[in-house]
């Protein structure tokens, strides 16, 4: 299972390709000039595994007391730069293995050819300064101890993402508080919800094929269809943190609102009387953008669904009378109909008054 982790990095601007002399307040940059993180990006950071697979080399200080040890490969880390008073995301590395292990991280020095990287970090006036103009006592420093340092994360290179432009962060909107953490040192683990929103907020500047991979880790749908009624949510100045919580949770079909449509269907789906959880899917009966919020927070509109006949429930193909019997559009072929095994389906308990009102308006809306 994925762990999704907030990540603060050092401000850079030269897209992370080498150390760009940004100053620094405080920490590692700002008694040494320049960030391990600064070559995240950088084409030398590539290598092949034993494998013949592309990975990818990074750095962002240890989490601090977090197992990454027993979550090799499963961390998912979202790297936050600050500048000019501004949070922006600036990389994303799904599939996240920590290398606590120096003498693996000497054989990727070695293997990447880091070792020159010092006359690059040289090459920016705050490292000048920091160290007194004394270059040779830098590049001591470096060879004997910074160079082992930098290869600390591996990451498959397909689930990998450098922003070309770093993307705003609104941590009030996100959060609920006036920014994210700052310090390198520190890091903030999130939940799968708020990482969906961070990588919907992606895909809409960075379509692709590594954003597909990081939703897929995310276990999140290929669509992003929902990012934009997430941040509708977001952005409504009406509703209170506790709330927004609530109807994002419900709009990805999660949280109290799933839970409750698994109580009124005991568990099991509506139709088929599954109980693979993970093939099921809680779907508002009345369409997202036709309820108001408190329809959208109501268990009563909502049916427990395997996943494609959600799918099918959701684009209106099909629908339930009063009593509970399978309608089928007329877009369904009647061969696909036997193919789906749509004959003779309906929901295995007679809905209730109030899912008889949202069942009536989900038929009125697709023309049953």
Same mark, same amino acid.
Request: glycine share 6%; with cysteine.
């Given at each position: 299972?994925?762990?999704?982790?907030?990540?603060?990095?050092?401000?850079?601007?030269?897209?992370?390709?080498?150390? #760009? =002399?940004?100053?620094?307040?405080?920490?590692?940059?700002?008694?040494?000039?320049? =960030?391990?993180?600064?070559?995240?990006?950088?084409?030398?950071?590539?290598?092949?595994?034993?494998?013949? *697979?592309?990975?990818?080399?990074?750095?962002?200080?240890?989490?601090?007391?977090?197992?990454?040890?027993?979550?090799?490969?499963?961390?998912?880390?979202?790297?936050?730069?600050?500048? =000019?008073?501004? *949070?922006?995301?600036?990389? &994303?590395?799904?599939?996240?293995?920590?290398?606590?292990?120096?003498?693996?991280?000497?054989?990727?020095?070695? *293997?990447?050819?880091?070792?020159?990287?010092?006359?690059?970090?040289?090459?920016?006036?705050?490292?000048?300064?920091?160290?007194?103009?004394?270059?040779?006592?830098?590049?001591?420093?470096?060879?004997?101890? +910074?160079?082992?340092?930098?290869?600390?994360?591996?990451?498959?290179?397909?689930?990998?993402?450098?922003?070309?432009?770093? %993307?705003?962060?609104?941590?009030?909107?996100? &959060?609920?508080?006036?920014?994210? %953490?700052?310090?390198?040192?520190?890091?903030? +683990?999130?939940?799968?919800?708020?990482?969906?929103?961070?990588?919907?907020?992606?895909?809409?500047?960075?379509?692709?094929?590594?954003?597909?991979?990081?939703?897929?880790?995310?276990?999140?749908?290929?669509?992003?269809?929902?990012?934009? $009624? &997430?941040?509708?949510?977001?952005?409504?100045?009406?509703?209170?943190?506790?709330?927004?919580?609530?109807?994002?949770?419900?709009?990805?079909?999660?949280?109290?609102?799933?839970? $409750?449509?698994?109580? &009124?269907? $005991?568990?099991?789906?509506?139709?088929?009387?599954?109980?693979?959880?993970?093939?099921?899917?809680?779907?508002?009966?009345?369409?997202?953008?036709?309820?108001?919020?408190?329809?959208?927070? $109501?268990?009563?509109?909502?049916?427990?669904?395997?996943?494609?006949?959600?799918?099918?429930?959701?684009?209106?193909?099909?629908?339930? #009378?009063?009593?509970?019997?399978?309608?089928?559009?007329? *877009?369904?072929?009647?061969?696909?109909?036997?193919?789906?095994?749509?004959?003779?389906?309906?929901?295995?308990?007679?809905?209730?008054?109030?899912?008889?009102?949202?069942?009536?308006?989900?038929?009125?809306?697709?023309?049953?």
């Amino acid at each position: 299972m994925t762990t999704f982790v907030i990540k603060p990095v050092f401000w850079n601007t030269k897209n992370y390709t080498m150390p #760009s =002399g940004a100053k620094a307040t405080s920490g590692y940059p700002y008694e040494n000039g320049y =960030g391990h993180e600064e070559w995240n990006n950088a084409p030398r950071m590539r290598f092949r595994g034993a494998n013949d *697979q592309p990975y990818r080399v990074f750095h962002t200080e240890p989490l601090g007391k977090f197992p990454v040890e027993e979550h090799a490969n499963e961390i998912m880390i979202f790297m936050i730069a600050s500048h =000019g008073g501004v *949070q922006y995301l600036v990389g &994303v590395a799904g599939n996240a293995r920590f290398v606590p292990d120096e003498e693996e991280r000497r054989k990727l020095a070695k *293997q990447l050819k880091l070792n020159s990287m010092w006359e690059e970090a040289w090459s920016a006036d705050t490292v000048k300064i920091c160290y007194r103009n004394n270059r040779e006592k830098f590049r001591s420093i470096w060879t004997k101890k +910074e160079v082992f340092w930098t290869p600390n994360w591996i990451c498959p290179e397909k689930s990998f993402l450098w922003l070309a432009n770093p %993307l705003p962060m609104n941590a009030n909107s996100l &959060v609920g508080k006036k920014k994210f %953490l700052t310090r390198f040192s520190s890091y903030q +683990e999130i939940e799968k919800t708020l990482a969906g929103r961070i990588l919907n907020l992606v895909a809409k500047i960075e379509p692709g094929p590594r954003i597909r991979r990081l939703r897929q880790l995310a276990s999140l749908p290929p669509s992003t269809g929902e990012a934009d $009624d &997430v941040e509708d949510v977001c952005n409504d100045p009406k509703l209170s943190p506790t709330q927004r919580k609530a109807l994002i949770n419900a709009r990805l079909g999660q949280g109290k609102f799933r839970a $409750d449509v698994e109580k &009124v269907w $005991d568990r099991c789906c509506a139709v088929t009387s599954c109980t693979a959880r993970e093939a099921l899917r809680a779907s508002h009966i009345l369409p997202w953008k036709q309820a108001n919020n408190k329809q959208r927070l $109501d268990p009563h509109n909502g049916l427990l669904l395997t996943a494609n006949i959600d799918a099918l429930f959701d684009r209106g193909l099909i629908s339930f #009378s009063d009593n509970g019997r399978l309608l089928v559009s007329d *877009q369904i072929t009647e061969a696909n109909c036997k193919l789906l095994g749509l004959k003779s389906q309906r929901l295995w308990k007679v809905p209730t008054r109030e899912q008889k009102v949202y069942l009536q308006q989900h038929r009125e809306t697709y023309g049953f």
